[in-house]
């Protein structure tokens, strides 16, 4: 089923929030730390903005009815509607996208961001993947 008009504004204000977010930490910061030190410091500033997040949070997979257990791990879940997928790879292959379209399925969430801290710009290295937006 595809967002209201209502649900696709408040997850673009959300997106829109988390990317400069990651466009403050990147220009302080630049590329070459761990992803996990990215995460952290995501985490800290989307709790400043006052965006509730969540992170590692197990992805389920259901198949023919059943559940077949934690079949992945989003790195953030923000305000319980937008999942962020990132990275600190000085690429940003498709499979990333790819990816998270699949969380996205699982989740049935309608929109996500791969972030790739590991670029020249964070321009490059964000993407936005919709599923049913």
Same mark, same amino acid.
């Given at each position: 089923?595809a967002?209201?008009?209502e649900?696709?504004? *408040?997850?673009?204000?959300?997106? !829109?929030?988390c990317v400069?977010?990651?466009y403050?930490?990147?220009k302080?910061? /630049?590329p070459g =730390?761990? *992803?996990?030190?990215y995460l952290?410091?995501?985490?800290h500033e989307?709790?400043k903005? /006052?965006?509730?997040?969540?992170t &590692?949070?197990?992805v389920p997979l +259901?198949?023919d009815g059943?559940d077949?257990?934690?079949?992945?791990?989003a790195?953030l879940?923000?305000?319980g !509607? =937008?999942v962020? *997928?990132l990275?600190?790879?000085? @690429?940003?292959p498709?499979l990333f996208?790819?990816?998270l379209q699949t969380?996205?399925? =699982? =989740?049935?969430?309608?929109? /996500?961001?791969? +972030?790739?801290?590991?670029? &020249?710009t +964070?321009?490059?290295g964000?993407e936005?993947?919709? @599923? @049913?937006?």
């Amino acid at each position: 089923m595809a967002a209201s008009k209502e649900d696709q504004r *408040e997850l673009d204000r959300i997106a !829109k929030i988390c990317v400069n977010i990651a466009y403050v930490i990147h220009k302080k910061l /630049g590329p070459g =730390l761990l *992803e996990s030190a990215y995460l952290r410091i995501f985490l800290h500033e989307l709790r400043k903005a /006052g965006l509730k997040a969540a992170t &590692e949070v197990a992805v389920p997979l +259901i198949w023919d009815g059943e559940d077949m257990g934690t079949a992945y791990r989003a790195d953030l879940i923000v305000e319980g !509607k =937008l999942v962020i *997928e990132l990275k600190a790879v000085d @690429n940003h292959p498709k499979l990333f996208a790819r990816q998270l379209q699949t969380y996205l399925k =699982l =989740l049935d969430y309608r929109l /996500g961001l791969v +972030i790739s801290f590991g670029l &020249e710009t +964070i321009a490059k290295g964000t993407e936005r993947v919709a @599923n @049913n937006f």
